[in-house]
């Protein structure tokens, strides 16, 4: 797929408010199903087009380990109707801000675990000092029972506290390439 559905292009211009009741219908999305792709991403917050982040690449990927891990992909920042095209090269796509997939449950103490799947950065191996620690977003459905379009959203965990959430969307976007040597990357402990 080479262009965004017009789902994605409605919901990516969509207001706050909107995404609230959105992300409050959705359901979380099966972790398998998302094993062995490539979304493309939008972040919602204007101000991530000032950091260079407004768009993304987000995989998904089995650890080896019985774990789901994944990381992003910086990409041209072309506007949301141009190609996700990958940094530095689609032969050799950075890969950075790992983390790991936890599925829904309803009987987490977190109550967003209840309806979402959680993607923990802190659990993700990257670096003591790696800013990405302390994301943790939190995944649901747009459309019941697909798990091609998902809205997420994105907290910072400081002093484990969430802090400031902002929504970004989702959409498949095809396999991922390097599934294998993403899978035989080594784990870092944190430091």
Request: hydrophobic share 40%.
């Amino acid at each position: 797929m080479t262009t965004v559905s017009a789902r994605y292009l409605d919901i990516a211009q969509r207001a706050k408010p909107d995404l609230d009741a959105i992300f409050a219908a959705g359901g979380p999305p099966d972790v398998d199903a998302l094993v062995g792709f490539e979304f493309r991403g939008w972040n919602q917050p204007r101000a991530t087009a000032l950091l260079g982040i407004r768009k993304f690449i987000k995989a998904f990927y089995s650890g080896g380990d019985g774990r789901t891990s994944g990381c992003n992909t910086p990409v041209a920042q072309n506007g949301l109707d141009s190609e996700w095209l990958p940094k530095p090269s689609a032969e050799h796509p950075k890969r950075y801000a790992f983390f790991q997939v936890d599925p829904a449950d309803p009987e987490a103490a977190d109550e967003s675990r209840h309806r979402a799947v959680l993607l923990d950065y802190g659990r993700g191996g990257n670096r003591s000092y790696d800013v990405a620690r302390i994301l943790r977003d939190y995944l649901v459905r747009v459309d019941p029972g697909s798990d091609d379009l998902l809205l997420g959203k994105a907290y910072f965990v400081v002093g484990g506290r969430r802090l400031a959430s902002s929504y970004f969307l989702i959409e498949r976007y095809g396999p991922l390439p390097d599934a294998d040597a993403l899978a035989a990357r080594k784990w870092r402990m944190p430091l």
